[in-house]
């Protein structure tokens, strides 16, 4: 089977850590406190800091995944949006950060990116004929990217927007 996507490891680099259109993720954390963090806004299920633990969770299942040994794909989501206390945010957060540098890291392995699924499975949207790493990868930034979205509306509503490092507001 051809690969439906190929996509420069490069480019990889460039939508995990944003550039232009897309937001830095350290730049869009790095200013909000622990308060902010875990504040509940009306209408929305999620905190900033429970989208973030929840990222992290898969970019951890991801790196796994690409590096070691591929996991089933979870049967439910739930365990995936811990609650977060202010006291873990700078954890969270920090966590967070240092496995998506990881994961950049892995953007630069050839060999890696070039291994094929050799289990014979299918991950969420059935990628079994592509390479692991590729395929794990391109998916860390379109999730990240979707949640960073959200991250970015719950500070508007909270009237945090943009952050310090600035961004665009429009």
Request: proline share 4%.
């Amino acid at each position: 089977m051809k690969n439906v996507i190929e996509l420069e490891p490069e480019f990889l680099v460039f939508l995990l850590e944003g550039s232009r259109a897309f937001v830095n993720p350290k730049e869009l954390l790095e200013d909000i406190s622990a308060e902010d963090a875990v504040r509940e806004v009306s209408g929305v299920n999620h905190t900033i800091a429970r989208i973030i633990a929840h990222l992290q969770y898969w970019q951890t299942w991801f790196y796994e995944g690409a590096t070691a040994t591929l996991l089933p794909y979870p049967e439910k989501n739930d365990h995936s949006f811990p609650q977060v206390n202010a006291e873990e945010w700078e954890e969270v957060r920090s966590d967070f950060l240092a496995t998506l540098d990881k994961i950049k890291g892995l953007c630069s392995d050839s060999a890696l990116l070039e291994r094929s699924f050799s289990q014979g499975t299918n991950i969420a949207g059935g990628h079994s004929e592509r390479s692991v790493a590729m395929t794990l990868l391109y998916t860390v930034a379109l999730h990240n990217a979707h949640h960073y979205g959200q991250i970015i509306t719950l500070r508007q509503m909270m009237g945090k927007w943009p952050p310090q490092a600035g961004s665009m507001t429009w």
